[in-house]
């Protein structure tokens, strides 16, 4: 069957009118690489119902579990695909992009200087008045009461000690950091491929 069809019919999936009070949007698929690891960890990898739909038709995941749910067109029924595998491995990069959300996961979303998660921005550890640059190695995680009393001085100069000194990390480093902020929402099938720094009950 030639691609376009293919789409086609997947795309008469959404067309179908479901039961309103049973919302779809709350069936998204847990997307694995081919090695059959999460894509991501933080944000976790997922996608909506019709993209893991489209992607199968597409032959380029296979379905590893379903939900208890199906969707309808004309001519097929299926069952709404919870986790699905990549066929192709996708090879993450080396480095994570230098963005705000980044520097914050690095920093476990905490202030390097006092310890808060309110009110979070960033700071150069050496103030560009002084020649400091916007790069992994001297930007910080701070709160904005800690980064007012910083002002345009190092830390050694506004007498603060740094929790952590700042470095670039990989994005495997930043995918461990990651499993320590586990989602409100985990559906059963997602827990045999998802490992979360979280206390096992007994």
């Known amino acids: 069957m030639f691609k376009a ?3 086609e019919r997947a795309a008469r999936f959404r067309s179908v009118e479901e039961d309103p009070t049973r919302n ?17 960890y933080y944000p ?12 199968v038709f597409l032959e380029r995941v296979d379905i590893v579990a379903s939900y208890d749910r ?17 066929r192709d491995y996708v090879k993450p990069n080396e480095f994570p992009a230098f963005t705000r959300f980044n520097l914050f996961l690095r920093d476990r ?24 640059k916007t790069t992994w190695e001297n930007i910080l995680t701070a709160c904005a009461p800690c980064n007012m009393r910083k002002g ?8 603060m000690r740094v929790m952590m000194e700042p470095i670039r990390p990989t994005s495997w ?5 990651g ?9 059963e099938t997602w827990r045999d491929w998802l490992y979360w720094d979280i206390e096992l009950e007994e």
């Not at 976790?44 to 992607?55: F, G």
Request: net charge positive; glycine share 4%; charged share 15%.
């Open 5 to 7: 069809e293919l789409i």
């Open 152 to 159: 345009g001085r190092t830390p050694k100069q506004a007498n």
């Open 70 to 86: 199906q969707v309808h067109s004309p001519s097929l029924d299926m069952q709404i695909p919870s986790v699905i595998a990549l």
């Open 109 to 132: 979303f905490t202030c390097q200087y006092c310890g808060s998660r309110e009110h979070l921005t960033f700071d150069h550890v050496v103030p560009r008045r002084l020649g400091g």
């Open 24 to 40: 779809l949007e709350s069936c998204p698929a847990l997307v694995l690489n081919a090695d059959y690891t999460p894509l991501s």
């Open 44 to 55: 976790l990898s997922i996608w909506p119902w019709q993209t893991a739909i489209k992607a």
């Open 173 to 177: 480093q930043l995918q461990q950091y």
């Open 179 to 187: 499993k320590s902020f586990p989602p409100n929402y985990l559906h």
